[in-house]
C-alpha cells in the first residue's frame, strides 16, 4: 500500500465519502445562504464557481488537510525555482520563467535564465512585427498573407487552440493554419489554397526529429519549390522553432530564423515560449505579453493564495474527491464558446500526457486511481448530443462549464441564449427533476456536480489565466498522487515504434507478433501494389 493510500487525510476521506453518500447539493445550498458567495472566487477578468459541487465543509477541510500533508508546497516551490521536478528526464519545469513579468531570477545550473528568455521575446517581437507590417518580403517582393504551422501535439495543440480562440483580435490581413497529422490529406487540402510567394511556414517541434513534423516540413518545401522554382528563396518562406539548431539548419532554415527555447520548457507547456510565434503573428506581440500576463497573474495567486480560496487548489482537490473517492472516471469540459472549441482538445493532451501515470515518482505502481478521461466539445452542441447520458445514465461525470460574458455586437441575442442554455444545464445537473406526473423513464436525478467558469470577455489575458488555471490545477493534483507529470514516456514509446515498423516493414522482418506481423504484411503487399501501379 503507497504513503498517499495509508495516510489520515486519506481515510478520513474514505470514511467522508461513505457519510455525504446519500448528500444531495441541493440540499447544501438550502442549509446555507451563503454558499455561493462563500464557493465563488474572483481573479482578474475570471471568475468561478465551485459551489455546486458535492463537498461539504468538512470534506473541503479534509482535502485541505490531504494538499497540506502532501508534497504540494514543497513541489511548488521547487518548479517555481528552477529545481528538477522533471526527475525522469533530470530536467526542471520552468513554463512559469517563459511568463515571469517580475524582477525575480530563475536559477538553472547557476545561471538566470530569465536575460535568454527576455531575449527570444525580443526576437520573437521584431520577427513578428516585420510580418505583421509587411516589411518581411517574400522572394517575388510580396507581404506574407499565410502562415502555415506544422508541428504536433505540444508543438499544435496551445498555439492552435489560443489562436482559434483569438480570431477576433487576429491581423486583417493574416490567415494562420495549422497542420499536425502526418495523413498527406491535412497538408495537401492547407496548400490548396496558397501561394509560395505570400506564405510563411513556421517548421515548430521541439527535438526536430518527429516523423510527422518532418514529413509535411519536407513535403511543404518540395511544394515551395515546385510552384516558386528551384532559384526561389527557401530561407524567406521557412523558419523554424526548436531546440535542435543543427537539425532546423540541416533542413535548410537560417540560423537567424530559428527561434529557440530550451529543454526545460514541456511540449504541452509550450506555447509560453517561441512555440506562441503563431499567436504573435496573429495577435501582435503586445497580445501575446498581455497572455503571459494573464497567466502569470495567476502563477502569482496559485503562489501566494492561501489553499481555501486558490482556485488551481480546489479546483484539484474537488477533482481529487471526484476520482479517488466517489469514483469518477472522467472530467468533462464543456466550453459554452465556439471561439474555445479547440479547448477541450488542449485540454485533453495536458491533463492526460500529464497526469496519466501509474508509477510514484520513486518508481513504485500507485494504489489509486491518478489522472481522468478528459473529454468535451462546445456547447449547445453538446445538449443535443451527449448531454443525455450526463443527465441519465450510470456514469458519475462532473463537469466544468466555461462561458464569456461579453456579447459580440452582432449577437448579443444569441450569446444571451448561448449563456441561459449554460445556466440552464448546470441547474438541471444539480437539481435533476422530478416533478409530479413524470414517469420513471423521465425523471433526471439529478446532484451531478459542476464548476462555472466565467471569463469577462474572451482576451488574451483571461485565455492566459484560464490556461494557467488549467495547468496548476493538473499540477497539484500530480504532486498529491505524488507521479511525475512532466514526462511521457507513453508517447515517446509511440514515436520509437512508429520508426522500427517503417523500417521494418522494408525489411520484411518476422520479429513481431502474428496479429502485428499480418497487417504489416497486408500494408507493404498494399503499397508494392500501388508503387508498380504507378510505375505501369
Ligand atoms: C508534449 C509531448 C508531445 C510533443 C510532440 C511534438 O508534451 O511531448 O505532444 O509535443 O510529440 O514533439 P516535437 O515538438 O519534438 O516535434
Redesign the pocket.
Known sequence: MNLLSSSVSWKKLSALAEETANDRISDYFAADPARFDKMSLRLGELFLDFSKNKVNDKVLKALIDLAEHSPLRQRRAQMFSGDIVNVTEKRPVLHTALRNRGQDSVIVDGEDVMPSIRASLEKLKGFSEQVRSGEWKGYKGNRITDIVNI???????GPNMTVRALLHAKHPDLKLHFVSNVDGQHIKKVLKSLKPESTLFIV???????QE?LLNAQTARRWFYKNAGEDADVGQHFVAV?TNQEAAMEFGIRQENIFEFWAWV?????LWSSIGLPIALSIGYEGFIELLEGAYEMDQHFLNAPMEENMPVLMALIGIWYINFLGAETQAVIPYDQALHQLPAFLQ?LDM?SNGKSVDIEGNPVDYATGPIVWGQTGSNGQHAFFQLLHQGTRFVPIDFIASLEADEQTTEHHFALLTNMLAQANAFMNGDDSDGLLDYQMCPGNRPSNVILLDRISPRSLGALIALYEHKVFVQGAIWNINSFD?WG?QLG?RLANEISRNIEQKSQDYDPSTQGLMELVRAAFERQDSGSKK
Open positions: 508541428g504536433i501535439g505540444g508543438s499544435d495543440l515548430s517541434t521541439k527535438t526536430f526529429s518527429t513534423t526548436s514541456g511540449g504541452r507547456y509550450s493532451q500526457e511521457q508517447v514515436k
